[in-house]
């Protein structure tokens, strides 16, 4: 019985031992934290700062994509760049695209839905630049005012401020696409209340005027990073466009859009030597080098064919325009999706291109335009889209590449180096232009004639000696086209929905150009934000 | 105590008498003979028939024959390796003993969660099964052998890649983005269904000819024992073991196969090509001069589907030596498989090996089970895409292009590409935008992996001497796994051109469980019970790195670190009652906690319940003599699921730090990034109930048995990805625990041995499973018209055909509906004006069919006449509906379909034609590509040869001849109407194979 004894005691005993030694030690297991070495759970206050910013230039945590910032299909697509372009370019007389992809063919024809994929995720992108804006300044005090031109961590003062440039930047974009948006200086933890069009406008303003104090000189910051001069900018623009987004015309507004683009023009910011040269590879070289481009750069979103990089920014630009038959521009990709309608090359050609000489199809065209401005490829292409489809429908546009102007090898060959130069000084001219015809009801003055001219002057253009403001607006034409602003200027021209005025090629889906309506003026809600965000309304029309 | 102390005394009585009546009996012997044979009427040799109780024991011999010296009336012990042992009464004629083998033992013993139950105690559904040795195709991998066997099991293998895996679904799948996949239990311990690097197969660590059983747990009252993982299913796999005292038994198993390319899609030759070009675009078109004959000077009249594919020649070895060492019964095994696929260079390579040791001490009291098994793999991927590739390639070019007549492919080792110059680089560069070289694609890509998986875990058991009802149970173990896939494409591979790309993703996980249970059972006259509880732990890790760059510069370095770990602690019970041995009661109880989610949602608690009701041992019953079985069983169960793809870490806020290609300059000084990111505090558990009613029956002494099973199965707080109100999180999407999803159907099983004579059987088996899904809530949202899309398609980036939205079957197509002229010819672009405004908007598409195929049925027949087996397994799938990507990818017949202005031409696939759909846009959402793919398929057919007693000695085997994959009959024009997931794109074409197999015992 003894020996018997011990046979069930020991294994029993051993069993027991085994399984309580473990049970009482489990539940504590439960707690675990991330232990990946990409992973941090600490706010890291340089680090998330640089962040604001980079997402502006990169769609993800991994470049050129792999660990993307937004849940979508294709990450590619997502970035803040490509998108903006899309929706400011693709509906205008300037661009269409022959791609077939979710969303681009009604861009192209002005028919898109609250489902738009491309719509859907611009507005993604900026709502969640918007909440990491929050989510910095939740982390950050104003009482913390350090400052430091050296140490990312202890220079409070000013990243707070722009911190908050940034979130009223992407709500510009909001405010300009989809007018009446979810709004929130915080991240909050409930669905955040609607605001209406006309208020944000206010909001913005004044949020602009309030940091300004806080805010690095004019050129005064490390090359990168707003200053004074952007928030200007930033203000002057609003104030342009203040009739369509507080509905109501009000002269102080042109005055004031004058008052802050001339404030641009003084702060040491001036035109780059060359007009190419704000489009190419060392765009943002700076000093010493060839390329003066930064003289002008008032806001680059930087881009860097090793470092940072993703196919949504100017690595798309670039790659969308060109095409295997065309010189060479810099990088492997060529995708051959964009390029111009015949209305945007009416801008440099009245009456169209009607030279067949080759070379001159290939690269003379800016010659024969007599404007340093027509970086067109017109070589086996027709100057009319037969088919929205066919890239050679249409003629190629040169103007950006990721060729240096030092003629350098650039760091990358597939991958761009090209600085997207967001906001640049020419833009304040042409606003300062703008401003003071249009509080002048309509007429030019001398000084806004002599502002338009700056910037005709640097492309070699004819000087003018009268202006009207449709003359102000065929100038941002020339001066801006495929860099993501005509939309808005048609808008604030009335040329956009609902007019029959001003047709252009393919215009409403019909070749030879038709009218649409109004309510595309605004871009829809997303139906994704509709259903999630009970305070939200669709916008009248969709 | 009373209880116990009376079942020693009771025993210890038994052997006492037991003992007397041996030594009464040993003065009055005589002899009695007897024949020991197989349920098939074989003799068997070698069995050890001993006298009861006493000393005496004979073997049989060769004709199974065997004499001993017993008195009348005594009883014998009949026992043999790998049969059930008998006790019989000695008789004075010749007997006539039949054993029953391991297969039929399984029918009583069935392995459950946690233990195991007697066939007929069972309360749920549950399927259990032992590898049919006879009638099988190529086997692989663990799930082949089940495949189309199972009603309401659906196993779809993905393609034909060798070594690679399946989709296994159970009664349809009850999550919409968590996981559908089963859970797998092997030895007792639970895998995690991550799968190993470099190895496309889950089950790849189990050699398929070391499984002994398969136990399939269905309805929710059978897997909730599982709590958090069992929404799914479960399938429990159990390995072969040695038998204790039995003389070593060496099998050896082989085979070689081949297999063979089944068809290939119908596109145009060199010559109909050149015609069709010249007929369309002219001879002074862009297109025409860029034909082979122009480029060239000759027609290649390449036949790039025959370049890529090969006769493909595998073989397989298995050897297994098992028996007992005294009492440590031991088996061990090992494998070698060599497995190459039909397209060229795709290759897998597997070592198995593994050890089992099933020693008892104490007289049986502690026992354990020990298994350890290795397995090394070496696996070469071929680009799939090759396939598509292949359809599309002009078949005027060559495969290679001799230097001799123009040096530009030398850029591309000679092969034939689309390019263009590049001046920025100085040389030429592949179009990005073109179809690839098929050939190239498989040959110049290396993508090859090796792994090692190692699983080993030891089971005790121990039954208490004071007490042997009760008993403990521990199984502790450990999976580790180590795979690194490297990849090199040179600078002139079609792919990341011009700088090549190479690389590595090495990941090792590490998996550590322990479980342990106690189990007591007894009988009180009328009434069983049986009640156990335990406690199980288990902690996964995975870490790894995957870097890669270019070849001749560092060009697009990307190096992404893993490592994770999560822990699952649960502690569970069950209660099994019975009364009269008619009515069953079986409940029990899991509670699970994760790390995966918060404090407040850790932990989930899973009932379940089941009544059975043994109808046939009703008094009333037991007349109907043609009726051998009847039970009804009803099932209600609650199980989770917390695989939800997403990490392990999805509650927890945390900021991914940017590597190099993501970070930011200022000053041109480059800075780090760190970026919140979206995090659910509030995220818990899926949970699934499922209400099941099943009958099982059997007639003419069970030799037709089945079973009929209706089951309903709701999941809430479905884990679904969905969008959330923007400016709340850190992304515009975030896993959530929203809407929900029901199941419901209906499977039958029916076995019938249909002939049972001494030299000729003939066994059926058929099952049928119907089943319909449908999501009841998405979103908190209410959208009318709301859904999730899914499902990408190739035309244009981004674009999905599917979509899951309220009401609709899950993944069902979302689509315009096609017009069709008089003759029944599509018109291009022409769609069903749904909303009647006028315009065909996004608002006009509809939800028409969806992958799931409604019916799915099984049949299996096996002759076996004397020494000779024939075998053939078919299945069907019915009402499962395909997208034809690849016949919408190729649409566009017309000029600009075969022409692209930057320069390059696509074959013409002949089957669109017909459509002739022309450059019409938004055509690929058209129903019309949604294709009926039901199908009935031949899985296999086997013949094959038993030999026994070679030359008087105990070596036999048997040689077999079986063709797998030999038919589909199918209205499906695609490669194949068997699709995971629905949409039919460059999938690797499943082989016809021919496999001769030879099986030897010793």
Same mark, same amino acid.
């Given at each position: 019985?003894k020996?018997?004894?011990?046979?069930?005691?020991?294994?029993?005993a051993?069993m027991?031992?085994?399984?309580g030694?473990?049970?009482?030690s489990?539940?504590?297991d439960l707690?675990t934290?991330p232990?990946n070495?990409?992973?941090?759970?600490?706010?890291d206050?340089?680090?998330? *700062?640089?962040?604001?910013?980079s997402?502006?230039?990169?769609s993800g945590q991994q470049g050129?994509?792999?660990?993307?910032d937004?849940?979508?299909?294709?990450?590619?697509m997502?970035?803040f760049y490509r998108?903006?372009?899309n929706?400011?370019?693709?509906?205008t007389d300037?661009?269409?695209?022959?791609?077939?992809?979710n969303g681009?063919?009604?861009l192209?024809?002005n028919s898109w839905?609250?489902?738009?994929?491309?719509?859907?995720?611009?507005?993604?992108r900026?709502?969640y630049?918007i909440?990491m804006?929050n989510?910095f300044l939740?982390?950050?005090?104003?009482?913390?005012?350090?400052?430091s031109?050296?140490?990312?961590s202890k220079?409070t003062?000013?990243?707070?401020a722009?911190?908050?440039?940034?979130?009223v930047?992407?709500?510009?974009?909001?405010?300009?696409?989809?007018g009446?948006?979810p709004?929130?200086t915080?991240?909050m933890?409930?669905n955040?209340?609607?605001?209406?069009?006309?208020?944000?406008y206010?909001?913005?303003?004044?949020?602009?005027k309030?940091?300004?104090?806080?805010?690095?000189?004019?050129k005064?910051?490390?090359?990168g990073?707003?200053d004074?001069?952007?928030?200007?900018?930033l203000l002057?623009?609003?104030y342009l466009?203040?009739?369509?987004?507080?509905?109501t015309?009000?002269k102080?507004?042109w005055?004031?859009a004058?008052i802050?683009?001339?404030?641009?023009?003084?702060?040491g910011?001036?035109?780059?030597s060359?007009?190419?040269?704000?489009?190419?590879?060392d765009?943002?070289?700076g000093?010493?080098?060839?390329?003066?481009?930064?003289?002008?750069i008032?806001?680059p979103?930087q881009q860097?064919?090793?470092?940072t990089?993703?196919y949504?920014?100017?690595l798309?630009l670039?790659?969308?325009?060109?095409?295997?038959?065309?010189?060479?521009?810099g990088?492997t990709?060529?995708?051959?999706?964009n390029?111009?309608?015949?209305?945007?090359l009416?801008?440099f050609f009245?009456?169209g291109v009607?030279?067949t000489?080759?070379?001159t199809?290939?690269?003379? +065209?800016?010659? +024969?335009?007599g404007?340093s401005?027509a970086l067109?490829?017109g070589?086996d292409r027709t100057?009319?889209m037969?088919?929205?489809?066919? *890239?050679?429908?249409?003629f190629?546009?040169?103007k950006?590449t990721?060729l240096?102007?030092?003629g350098?090898?650039t760091?990358d060959t597939?991958?761009?180096d090209t600085?997207?130069?967001?906001?640049r000084?020419?833009?304040a001219?042409l606003t300062y232009?703008?401003?003071?015809?249009?509080?002048?009801g309509?007429?030019a003055?001398?000084?806004?004639?002599?502002a338009?001219?700056?910037?005709r002057?640097?492309?070699g253009a004819?000087?003018?000696?009268s202006l009207?403001l449709?003359q102000?607006?065929d100038?941002?034409c020339?001066? *801006?086209y495929?860099e993501?602003q005509r939309?808005?200027?048609?808008i604030?021209f009335?040329?956009?929905?609902?007019?029959?005025?001003?047709?252009?090629?393919?215009?409403?889906?019909?070749a030879s150009?038709t009218?649409f309506?109004?309510h595309y003026n605004l871009y829809?809600?997303?139906?994704t934000?509709?259903?999630?965000?009970?305070?939200?309304?669709q916008n009248s029309g969709? | 105590?009373?209880q116990?102390?009376?079942g020693?005394s009771?025993?210890?009585?038994a052997?006492f008498l037991?003992?007397?009546?041996s030594?009464c009996?040993?003065a009055?012997?005589?002899t009695?003979?007897?024949?020991v044979?197989d349920?098939?009427?074989e003799?068997?040799?070698?069995?050890?028939?001993?006298?009861d109780g006493g000393?005496m024991?004979?073997?049989? #011999? $060769?004709?199974?024959n065997?004499?001993i010296?017993v008195?009348p009336?005594a009883?014998?012990n $009949?026992s043999?390796i790998?049969y059930k042992?008998q006790?019989?009464?000695?008789e004075?004629?010749?007997?006539?003993?039949?054993?029953k083998?391991?297969?039929?033992l399984?029918q009583?013993a069935i392995?459950?969660?946690?233990?195991?139950?007697?066939?007929n105690?069972?309360?749920g559904?549950?399927?259990?099964m032992k590898?049919?040795?006879l009638?099988h195709?190529l086997?692989?991998?663990a799930?082949d052998?089940?495949?189309?066997k199972i009603?309401?099991?659906?196993?779809?293998?993905?393609?034909?890649t060798?070594?690679?895996g399946?989709?296994?679904?159970?009664r349809g799948g009850?999550?919409?983005?968590?996981s559908?996949?089963?859970?797998v239990? $092997?030895?007792g311990?639970?895998?995690d269904n991550q799968g190993?690097?470099?190895?496309s197969?889950?089950?790849?660590?189990?050699?398929?000819?070391?499984?002994?059983?398969?136990?399939?747990l269905k309805d929710?009252?059978?897997?909730? $024992?599982?709590?958090s993982?069992?929404s799914n299913?479960?399938i429990i796999?159990t390995?072969?073991r040695?038998v204790?005292g039995?003389?070593?038994?060496v099998?050896?198993?082989g085979?070689?196969?081949?297999?063979?390319?089944?068809?290939?899609?119908a596109?145009m030759?060199g010559?109909?090509?050149?015609?069709?070009? !010249?007929?369309?675009?002219? @001879?002074?078109s862009?297109a025409?001069k860029?034909?082979?004959?122009?480029?060239?000077g000759k027609?290649?009249n390449t036949?790039?589907?025959?370049a890529?594919?090969?006769t493909?020649?595998?073989?397989?070895?298995?050897?297994?030596?098992?028996?007992?060492?005294?009492n440590?019964p031991y088996?061990?095994?090992?494998?070698y498989?060599? !497995?190459?696929g039909t397209?060229?260079?795709s290759s897998? =390579?597997?070592?198995?090996?593994?050890?089992n040791?099933?020693?008892?001490f104490?007289?049986?009291h502690?026992?354990?089970?020990?298994?350890?098994k290795g397995?090394?793999?070496?696996?070469?991927?071929?680009d799939?895409g090759?396939v598509?590739?292949?359809?599309?390639m002009d078949p005027?070019k060559?495969?290679?292009?001799?230097?001799?007549?123009?040096t530009?492919?030398?850029?591309?080792?000679?092969?034939?590409?689309?390019y263009?110059?590049?001046s920025?680089?100085?040389k030429?560069v592949i179009?990005?935008l073109?179809?690839h070289?098929?050939v190239?694609?498989?040959k110049?890509k290396?993508?090859?992996?090796d792994?090692?998986?190692?699983?080993?875990n030891?089971?005790a058991?121990y039954?208490?001497?004071?007490?042997?009802d009760l008993h403990?149970?521990a199984n502790a173990?450990?999976?580790?796994?180590?795979?690194v896939q490297?990849?090199?494409?040179s600078p002139?591979s079609?792919?990341?051109?011009?700088?090549?790309?190479q %690389?590595?993703?090495h990941?090792?996980?590490?998996?550590?469980?322990f479980n342990?249970?106690?189990?007591?059972?007894h009988?009180?006259?009328i009434?069983?019970?049986?009640v156990?509880?335990g406690y199980e732990w288990q902690?996964?890790?995975?870490?790894?790195?995957s870097?890669y760059?270019g070849?001749?510069?560092?060009?697009?370095?990307?190096?992404t670190?893993?490592?994770?770990?999560?822990?699952l602690?649960?502690?569970?019970g069950?209660l099994?009652?019975?009364l009269l041995?008619?009515?069953?009661l079986?409940?029990t109880l899991?509670?699970d906690?994760?790390?995966?989610?918060?404090?407040?949602n850790?932990?989930?608690l899973?009932p379940s319940a089941?009544?059975?009701w043994?109808?046939?041992?009703e008094?009333f019953m037991?007349n109907?003599?043609?009726l051998? #079985?009847l039970?009804?069983?009803l099932?209600y169960?609650l199980?989770?699921?917390?695989?939800?793809?997403q990490?392990d870490?999805?509650y927890?806020p945390?900021y991914?730090?940017?590597?190099t290609?993501?970070s930011?300059?200022?000053? %041109? !000084?480059?800075?780090t990034?760190?970026?919140?990111?979206?995090?659910n505090q509030?995220?818990?558990?899926?949970?699934?109930?499922?209400?099941?009613?099943g009958?099982?029956?059997?007639f003419?002494h #069970?030799?037709?048995?089945g079973?009929?099973?209706?089951y309903?199965?709701?999941t809430?707080?479905?884990l679904?990805?969905?969008?959330?109100s923007?400016?709340?999180?850190?992304?515009?999407?975030l896993?959530?625990?929203?809407?929900?999803l029901?199941n419901?159907g209906?499977e039958?099983?029916?076995d019938?041995k249909?002939?049972s004579?001494?030299?000729?059987?003939?066994?059926?088996?058929y099952n049928?499973?119907?089943?319909k899904n449908?999501?009841t809530k998405l979103t908190t949202?209410t959208?009318?018209?709301?859904?999730?899309?899914?499902?990408?398609?190739?035309?244009?980036?981004? =674009?999905?055909i599917?979509?899951q939205?309220?009401g609709?079957?899950?993944?069902?197509?979302y689509?315009?509906k096609?017009i069709?002229?008089?003759n029944g010819?599509?018109?291009?672009?022409?769609y069903?004006?749904?909303?009647?405004?006028? @315009?065909?908007?996004?608002?006009?598409?509809y939800y028409?069919?969806?992958?799931?195929?409604?019916?799915l049925m099984?049949?299996s027949? @096996?002759f076996?006449w004397k020494?000779?087996d024939?075998?053939?397994?078919?299945r069907?799938?019915?009402?499962?509906?395909?997208?034809?990507?690849?016949?919408?990818s190729?649409?566009?017949v017309?000029t600009t379909?075969?022409?692209a202005?930057s320069?390059?031409l696509t074959?013409v696939?002949k089957?669109?034609l017909?459509a002739?759909?022309?450059?019409t846009?938004?055509? !690929?959402?058209s129903?019309y590509?949604?294709?009926?793919?039901?199908?009935l398929?031949c899985?296999?057919?086997t013949?094959g040869?038993?030999?026994?007693?070679?030359m008087s000695?105990?070596f036999?085997g048997?040689l077999?001849?079986?063709?797998?994959?030999?038919?589909?009959i199918?209205?499906y024009k695609?490669?194949?109407?068997?699709?995971?997931g629905?949409?039919?794109?460059?999938?690797?074409?499943?082989?016809?194979?021919?496999t001769?197999?030879?099986n030897?015992?010793f």
């Amino acid at each position: 019985m003894k020996i018997q004894n011990i046979k069930s005691i020991l294994p029993a005993a051993m069993m027991c031992l085994a399984v309580g030694s473990i049970a009482s030690s489990c539940t504590g297991d439960l707690n675990t934290s991330p232990i990946n070495s990409n992973i941090v759970q600490t706010f890291d206050q340089a680090a998330v *700062f640089a962040k604001l910013y980079s997402s502006l230039a990169v769609s993800g945590q991994q470049g050129p994509s792999g660990e993307g910032d937004l849940n979508v299909d294709d990450e590619g697509m997502a970035g803040f760049y490509r998108l903006m372009w899309n929706m400011q370019e693709l509906p205008t007389d300037e661009a269409a695209c022959t791609w077939t992809d979710n969303g681009t063919p009604e861009l192209d024809i002005n028919s898109w839905t609250s489902s738009n994929a491309i719509v859907g995720n611009m507005y993604s992108r900026c709502t969640y630049d918007i909440t990491m804006c929050n989510h910095f300044l939740d982390n950050t005090s104003d009482t913390d005012q350090s400052e430091s031109t050296t140490d990312l961590s202890k220079d409070t003062k000013h990243e707070r401020a722009e911190a908050r440039f940034l979130r009223v930047l992407n709500y510009y974009y909001l405010l300009d696409f989809f007018g009446n948006v979810p709004f929130s200086t915080t991240v909050m933890t409930t669905n955040p209340p609607r605001i209406e069009r006309a208020a944000l406008y206010r909001w913005m303003v004044e949020e602009l005027k309030t940091i300004q104090g806080n805010m690095y000189a004019a050129k005064a910051a490390a090359y990168g990073r707003a200053d004074v001069a952007a928030d200007y900018f930033l203000l002057s623009r609003l104030y342009l466009n203040a009739t369509v987004y507080t509905g109501t015309e009000n002269k102080a507004n042109w005055d004031s859009a004058a008052i802050y683009s001339k404030k641009v023009i003084d702060s040491g910011f001036k035109l780059a030597s060359k007009y190419q040269y704000l489009f190419e590879a060392d765009n943002g070289y700076g000093d010493g080098s060839v390329n003066d481009a930064t003289n002008e750069i008032i806001f680059p979103i930087q881009q860097d064919g090793v470092k940072t990089n993703s196919y949504s920014g100017s690595l798309f630009l670039i790659a969308s325009i060109h095409n295997s038959d065309m010189p060479s521009w810099g990088s492997t990709e060529g995708w051959a999706g964009n390029r111009a309608r015949y209305d945007l090359l009416e801008k440099f050609f009245p009456k169209g291109v009607t030279t067949t000489d080759e070379s001159t199809l290939t690269s003379g +065209l800016a010659t +024969l335009a007599g404007d340093s401005r027509a970086l067109f490829f017109g070589k086996d292409r027709t100057q009319k889209m037969a088919s929205l489809t066919t *890239f050679k429908n249409g003629f190629s546009v040169t103007k950006w590449t990721n060729l240096r102007a030092d003629g350098q090898a650039t760091s990358d060959t597939k991958f761009t180096d090209t600085d997207i130069p967001l906001f640049r000084a020419a833009e304040a001219y042409l606003t300062y232009a703008e401003a003071l015809t249009r509080a002048n009801g309509g007429v030019a003055t001398q000084t806004a004639i002599d502002a338009v001219n700056v910037v005709r002057k640097r492309a070699g253009a004819t000087v003018l000696t009268s202006l009207t403001l449709d003359q102000i607006l065929d100038e941002r034409c020339r001066e *801006f086209y495929f860099e993501g602003q005509r939309r808005t200027d048609l808008i604030r021209f009335g040329y956009f929905g609902g007019t029959n005025q001003f047709l252009w090629e393919w215009k409403g889906g019909s070749a030879s150009g038709t009218t649409f309506d109004s309510h595309y003026n605004l871009y829809p809600i997303p139906d994704t934000d509709l259903n999630a965000n009970n305070n939200l309304k669709q916008n009248s029309g969709y | 105590m009373k209880q116990v102390n009376l079942g020693i005394s009771k025993k210890i009585l038994a052997l006492f008498l037991g003992l007397m009546l041996s030594v009464c009996t040993f003065a009055q012997t005589s002899t009695v003979t007897g024949r020991v044979i197989d349920v098939n009427g074989e003799p068997i040799i070698g069995v050890n028939v001993s006298v009861d109780g006493g000393k005496m024991n004979v073997i049989t #011999d $060769i004709d199974g024959n065997f004499s001993i010296k017993v008195a009348p009336g005594a009883f014998l012990n $009949i026992s043999f390796i790998g049969y059930k042992s008998q006790k019989v009464s000695a008789e004075s004629t010749p007997m006539r003993i039949v054993l029953k083998d391991n297969a039929v033992l399984l029918q009583d013993a069935i392995v459950i969660g946690y233990g195991t139950v007697k066939k007929n105690d069972l309360t749920g559904s549950v399927v259990a099964m032992k590898p049919d040795e006879l009638n099988h195709g190529l086997q692989t991998n663990a799930q082949d052998m089940i495949t189309g066997k199972i009603a309401g099991v659906s196993v779809i293998s993905n393609g034909g890649t060798p070594g690679g895996g399946s989709t296994i679904r159970i009664r349809g799948g009850s999550s919409l983005n968590a996981s559908n996949d089963p859970l797998v239990v $092997i030895d007792g311990l639970a895998m995690d269904n991550q799968g190993i690097k470099g190895v496309s197969n889950l089950l790849s660590t189990v050699n398929p000819n070391d499984i002994a059983s398969f136990t399939v747990l269905k309805d929710a009252s059978a897997t909730a $024992i599982y709590g958090s993982r069992a929404s799914n299913g479960v399938i429990i796999i159990t390995t072969k073991r040695g038998v204790a005292g039995a003389a070593p038994k060496v099998s050896y198993d082989g085979n070689i196969s081949f297999g063979f390319k089944r068809n290939t899609v119908a596109v145009m030759n060199g010559d109909e090509y050149e015609n069709y070009v !010249e007929t369309l675009s002219g @001879k002074d078109s862009d297109a025409y001069k860029l034909l082979g004959s122009q480029v060239f000077g000759k027609n290649y009249n390449t036949n790039w589907q025959d370049a890529i594919f090969r006769t493909a020649v595998s073989h397989d070895h298995n050897i297994s030596v098992s028996g007992g060492f005294g009492n440590i019964p031991y088996r061990i095994s090992g494998g070698y498989t060599n !497995e190459s696929g039909t397209l060229i260079t795709s290759s897998f =390579e597997r070592v198995t090996g593994s050890i089992n040791l099933a020693p008892t001490f104490y007289d049986k009291h502690l026992s354990f089970n020990i298994n350890a098994k290795g397995m090394y793999a070496k696996n070469r991927y071929a680009d799939a895409g090759a396939v598509g590739a292949a359809i599309a390639m002009d078949p005027t070019k060559p495969i290679m292009v001799e230097n001799s007549s123009n040096t530009a492919y030398s850029d591309f080792g000679g092969y034939f590409q689309w390019y263009s110059y590049d001046s920025a680089l100085g040389k030429n560069v592949i179009n990005s935008l073109a179809s690839h070289n098929p050939v190239a694609m498989l040959k110049q890509k290396h993508d090859i992996a090796d792994s090692g998986d190692f699983i080993g875990n030891i089971e005790a058991d121990y039954k208490f001497f004071f007490c042997p009802d009760l008993h403990i149970h521990a199984n502790a173990g450990l999976e580790y796994s180590d795979g690194v896939q490297r990849l090199y494409e040179s600078p002139e591979s079609y792919d990341d051109s011009p700088y090549g790309r190479q %690389g590595r993703d090495h990941l090792y996980k590490y998996n550590k469980s322990f479980n342990a249970y106690a189990q007591y059972s007894h009988d009180f006259n009328i009434h069983h019970l049986d009640v156990m509880g335990g406690y199980e732990w288990q902690h996964f890790y995975r870490a790894g790195l995957s870097h890669y760059n270019g070849v001749s510069a560092t060009h697009n370095e990307t190096s992404t670190p893993t490592k994770t770990e999560s822990y699952l602690v649960s502690f569970f019970g069950r209660l099994n009652y019975s009364l009269l041995d008619r009515y069953m009661l079986t409940t029990t109880l899991r509670d699970d906690g994760t790390s995966r989610f918060s404090k407040n949602n850790r932990w989930g608690l899973f009932p379940s319940a089941a009544l059975a009701w043994k109808i046939k041992n009703e008094p009333f019953m037991r007349n109907i003599k043609s009726l051998s #079985d009847l039970k009804l069983r009803l099932g209600y169960g609650l199980t989770g699921q917390q695989d939800i793809d997403q990490g392990d870490y999805p509650y927890i806020p945390q900021y991914t730090v940017s590597t190099t290609g993501a970070s930011y300059p200022f000053g %041109g !000084e480059y800075y780090t990034t760190n970026r919140p990111n979206a995090y659910n505090q509030n995220l818990k558990w899926e949970s699934t109930t499922t209400w099941n009613v099943g009958v099982d029956y059997g007639f003419l002494h #069970d030799r037709i048995t089945g079973s009929v099973d209706w089951y309903y199965r709701t999941t809430k707080d479905l884990l679904n990805t969905v969008s959330i109100s923007a400016e709340t999180n850190f992304n515009n999407k975030l896993i959530s625990n929203v809407g929900s999803l029901k199941n419901y159907g209906l499977e039958a099983a029916i076995d019938a041995k249909l002939i049972s004579k001494k030299d000729f059987l003939w066994d059926v088996s058929y099952n049928v499973t119907w089943n319909k899904n449908k999501i009841t809530k998405l979103t908190t949202g209410t959208g009318d018209g709301y859904y999730v899309a899914t499902g990408s398609i190739s035309s244009g980036t981004g =674009e999905t055909i599917q979509a899951q939205a309220v009401g609709q079957s899950a993944n069902a197509f979302y689509v315009y509906k096609q017009i069709y002229d008089t003759n029944g010819k599509p018109i291009a672009g022409l769609y069903e004006d749904r909303d009647g405004d006028g @315009k065909i908007t996004s608002a006009d598409k509809y939800y028409y069919k969806s992958p799931n195929a409604p019916i799915l049925m099984g049949f299996s027949n @096996k002759f076996v006449w004397k020494e000779w087996d024939f075998g053939f397994t078919l299945r069907a799938s019915i009402g499962n509906y395909i997208y034809d990507d690849v016949l919408a990818s190729h649409h566009n017949v017309s000029t600009t379909g075969y022409y692209a202005t930057s320069g390059y031409l696509t074959n013409v696939m002949k089957r669109a034609l017909s459509a002739n759909f022309g450059s019409t846009s938004n055509i !690929e959402y058209s129903d019309y590509y949604v294709k009926n793919a039901s199908f009935l398929r031949c899985d296999n057919i086997t013949l094959g040869y038993t030999f026994t007693n070679v030359m008087s000695t105990t070596f036999g085997g048997r040689l077999y001849a079986t063709v797998g994959n030999p038919f589909v009959i199918t209205k499906y024009k695609g490669l194949d109407p068997e699709v995971s997931g629905g949409i039919d794109r460059n999938v690797y074409p499943r082989p016809v194979t021919f496999t001769i197999g030879l099986n030897l015992n010793f």
